[in-house]
């Protein structure tokens, strides 16, 4: 069985659910390889606190290849959205995807009032 590649999207900030939910769905259901990018490679702290180690940034994974892209949300996003090189990462990836979703906040372009 062909495995097909799920990114999601995290930064400072962001809701630790938004990422650890759907991640442990794709990854029991087998058929995918689940991978982790940040706006660079390393260490992301959710809201909570939680320390996550992002394996890519925009600058070294390709955009191409993506079958579903994951956006978490957070309170993190409304900085992350003045990150050049990532929202273009996203676009790119984003529009080749099979699929493309945001958890919560992921994709939000405003604050809530």
Known sequence: ???RRVVFVVF???????LAGPYEVFHQA???T????APAP???RASSGLPVHAGHGPGTLSADGVDTLVVAGGSGVYAARNDAALLSWITAAGSRARRATSV???ASGRRPA
């Open 30 to 32: 087998g058929a995918y």
């Open 12 to 18: 400072d900030g962001f809701q630790s659910l938004d």
């Open 1 to 3: 069985m062909k495995q």
């Open 34 to 37: 689940c991978e982790i990018l």
């Open 104 to 106: 919560c906040t992921g």
């Open 42 to 44: 390393g260490l992301v």
